[in-house]
């Protein structure tokens, strides 16, 4: 008899780390949690937390461990939510050198006990992060992926939603380039109840004469920020996304999600990692989807991908 068993191990037990393995446990996700971190105390003491949640939850019981790297070799899912975060006036990118250092010892732990899986990054700045994971893994790259912009299309939705007045999971479209600063909107792609949304403003012009189209990037771009200032970080839209992507690996979902995924050709990029829809399955990425950018969004892409270039140099001179 086969027996398929969903495993998933989490570096980092920080609020992000702790906030996915929570979401996970709350939707039954997976059937085993194993928490790693430098600090074991704090992992152990996650892990009772959230083993206490059990009795609580509707469906299968989730069984949450502590572990170590060496216990990932047979893992299908390591999650990476380890690293910097900025501090007060830096950006993403400012957490390069600190989240590498991290990202590069976790790679290899994790490597060295034999892992095949796929790996899951959410640490920042993402997209950067996750290029070095596939650098560092040898993996092929559609088992490598960031959380990317799906944090950022999902806070697009909601900004749009409060406009249109409109559940945001009726919204479709995405936020593609870096997870950051020099990010922007498809708005080409945008559409609600699959019509277009720049064709709706542009046929109700009083009813909408609030929304902003330069302005609303600037908002998804700063929303991180604006929550930091308040409450000192974000975690848990991003344990959710992580989640969501998880779900989306085992049950081998075909959904599209934008992610941060090693280009190789796509978009006219190669060699970099960089937010994009991709088709989700249980092999990871299963396809890039390539969308017919406008000539505007072709130079903002191109763009993004100069930003990051620039700061790849940092660890891949």
């Known amino acids: 008899m086969k027996v398929s068993t969903r495993k998933v191990a989490i570096v980092g037990t920080g609020l992000v780390g702790s906030s996915t393995a929570y979401s996970l446990v709350n939707q039954n996700i997976c059937d085993e949690i194993m928490l790693i971190d430098i600090n074991r105390e704090?992992?152990?003491g996650e892990a009772m937390d959230l083993q206490h949640c059990v009795d609580f939850t509707t469906t299968a019981r989730t069984k949450v461990s502590v572990g170590?790297?060496?216990?990932?070799?047979?893992?299908d899912i390591v999650i990476i939510t380890a690293g910097g975060p900025p501090k007060p006036g830096q950006t993403r990118l400012d957490t390069l050198e600190v989240s590498a250092s991290i990202a590069k010892t976790v790679v290899q732990g994790v490597m060295a006990s034999g892992f095949n899986g796929i790996f899951l990054v959410a640490s920042n700045p993402v997209d950067i992060i996750t290029y070095l994971v596939w650098k560092e893994s040898g993996l092929p790259r559609n088992q490598v992926i960031g959380t990317g912009t799906s944090i950022d299309s999902s806070r697009l939705k909601q900004i749009l939603s409060q406009h249109?007045?409109?559940d945001p999971r009726s919204i479709h479209g995405f936020v593609l380039g870096e997870h950051g600063d020099s990010s922007f909107v498809a708005w080409s792609h945008v559409t609600i109840g699959t019509k277009p949304f720049l064709q709706i403003i542009d046929e109700h012009k009083?009813?909408?004469s609030d929304i902003n189209l330069n302005e609303i990037p600037v908002?998804?771009?700063?929303?991180?920020?604006?929550?930091l200032a308040r409450k000192g970080t974000t975690y848990y839209a991003i344990g959710n996304a992580l989640?969501?992507?998880t779900r989306s690996i085992f049950n081998d979902d075909y959904k599209v999600i934008a992610v941060s995924a090693v280009l190789d050709g796509e978009y006219g990029m190669t060699d970099i990692c960089i937010g994009v829809p991709a088709i989700i399955t249980r092999e990871g990425i299963k396809e890039i989807v390539e969308l017919n950018l406008a000539p505007d969004e072709k130079v903002k892409f191109a763009q993004s991908n100069d930003v990051l270039k620039e700061y790849m140099t940092k660890i891949y001179a």
Not at 68 to 75: A, H, K, R
Not at 219 to 227: D, M, N, T
């Open 206 to 208: 009083e009813r909408f």
């Open 219 to 227: 908002q998804v771009q700063k929303a991180g920020f604006e929550i």
């Open 42 to 44: 704090r992992a152990v």
């Open 164 to 166: 249109i007045d409109v």
């Open 243 to 245: 989640a969501y992507i």
């Open 68 to 75: 170590s790297y060496e216990d990932c070799g047979n893992m």
